[in-house]
């Protein structure tokens, strides 16, 4: 049995209220035998612990404040955010960045914001996953000071091979969801140039569904179809597409194998 973490999900979200349980049965029956939860905003914050309290096996949440949240009171908000780690512990911080395509009149309120949370994960050791949207070239000349202070994921992936190797030469990796398994996506050729070694699986549930069911509701359990996708573009199994990402993941979020195996 292949074991894959999803290490981009928002299954807390009400799209999954009411069918959660067949959703996560649906993760372990292909393998996912964690979901990383990064948070978006105050509302997800709660929202997100309940989901980990129900399966604390298998849902791991992270901190942080999505770059698309980042408003005028932003320092009040990241406050109130910060104080989550006086009552429990996260997989890492995220999601954070950057996103130029829906608002580029807070760019500097996010390159504040990220910057911050940035500090959190170097003050607790903890991976990020970054949100990077018409933005990454910025990103990565912001994360070029904390070179070899910090790694993480450029989450949902789809650029160019050129910013792959800046992004990799920061000791970062690249977050591969649904977008690669649609028709035309650049990413594909990105990947077979740079194999498997800096990959790791994710979803971002439940948007981007890969195909053959984009326009849905995209869950954790697709990231065997992406794993997949990605195991036949390098004629590899997924097995081993399996083995490589999930190991990426154990070091990036720095997460111990589940207590309890997976059974189907
Ligand atoms: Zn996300």
């Known amino acids: 049995m292949v074991e894959i973490i999803d290490t981009h999900s928002h299954l807390y979200g009400e799209e999954f209220l009411e069918d959660i349980e067949a959703v996560i049965q649906r993760c372990k029956d292909v393998g996912v035998s964690q979901i990383l939860l990064p948070n978006i905003d105050l509302e997800s914050v709660d929202k997100m612990h309940v989901l980990c309290e129900a399966y604390p096996d298998i849902c791991l949440p992270m901190m942080g404040?999505?770059?698309?949240?980042?408003?005028?009171?932003?320092k009040e908000t990241l406050n109130v955010l910060y104080d989550n780690f006086q009552r429990r512990d996260y997989c890492?911080?995220?999601?954070?960045?950057?996103d130029l395509f829906?608002?580029?009149?807070?760019?500097?309120?996010?390159?504040?914001?990220?910057?911050?949370?940035?500090?959190?994960?170097?003050?607790?050791?903890?991976?990020?996953?970054?949100?990077?949207?018409?933005?990454?070239q910025r990103v990565i000349e912001l994360l070029k000071p904390y070179k070899g202070k910090l790694t993480g994921v450029f989450h949902c992936f789809t650029e160019s091979l050129e910013l792959a190797q800046?992004?990799?030469?920061?000791?970062?990796?690249?977050?591969?969801?649904?977008?690669?398994?649609?028709?035309k996506a650049g990413v594909v050729s990105v990947i077979q140039e740079l194999g498997l070694e800096r990959l790791v699986l994710e979803t971002d549930s439940p948007y981007l569904a890969p195909t053959p069911f984009r326009g849905k509701r995209n869950e954790s359990s697709y990231t065997a179809i992406i794993g997949k996708f990605i195991a036949d573009s390098l004629v590899?199994?997924?097995d081993k597409v399996a083995e490589v990402t999930t190991l990426n993941a154990r070091h990036i979020y720095k997460i111990n194998e589940p207590k309890a195996k997976v059974t189907v």
């Open 166 to 183: 800046e992004i990799i030469k920061l000791d970062f990796y690249l977050g591969i969801g649904g977008v690669s398994t649609f028709k």
């Open 102 to 136: 829906w608002d580029v009149t807070t760019q500097d309120w996010q390159e504040d914001a990220f910057l911050t949370q940035i500090e959190w994960a170097i003050e607790k050791n903890l991976g990020v996953s970054i949100h990077s949207r018409n933005a990454t």
């Open 65 to 74: 404040l999505h770059p698309c949240s980042v408003d005028a009171n932003y």
């Open 236 to 238: 590899v199994s997924l």
């Open 92 to 98: 890492g911080i995220g999601e954070i960045g950057m």
